[in-house]
């Protein structure tokens, strides 16, 4: 079983920068792990994937050249670091973890069983 939990949240003015840190119980070695946003009245997107690895990571084009994925497997914890945000970045931030047996690929949104309580991040303009 996966526990995982996110941190790291907060308000921000535009242009600003956020680390969000994600560190699970269980051993996520072997899982693709993603971070997933949702904002009022939207549907949750996928923001940014790393393989089990790291040696791969996806990104929307909506975080894209703003953002960047790590995972530090020793010490069981994901990160996801934004810069330059933007008052549309505003959203609850999910850290979602995706056992290898999910099949297809790591980068669609399907497959992430755990999920953390989420962070919320604001952007103020």
């Known amino acids: 079983q996966v526990q995982l939990v996110e941190s790291g949240g907060g308000l921000v003015q535009a242009g600003g920068s956020l680390r969000l840190s994600c560190a699970a119980s269980g051993r996520i070695s072997s899982y693709a792990m993603g971070w997933f946003r949702q904002a009022p009245g939207k549907e949750r997107e996928l923001v940014a994937a790393?393989?089990?690895?790291?040696?791969?990571?996806y990104y929307a084009d909506s975080v894209k050249g703003r953002s960047t994925i790590s995972r530090d497997n020793v010490k069981r914890t994901v990160f996801l670091q934004m810069n330059n945000l933007k008052p549309e970045d505003t959203a609850v931030y999910y850290c979602a973890a995706r056992p290898p047996y999910s099949g297809g690929d790591y980068y669609t949104q399907t497959g992430y069983n755990y999920w953390g309580q989420g962070t919320q991040v604001t952007v103020s303009s």
């Open positions: 790393i393989s089990w690895s790291g040696g791969s990571t």
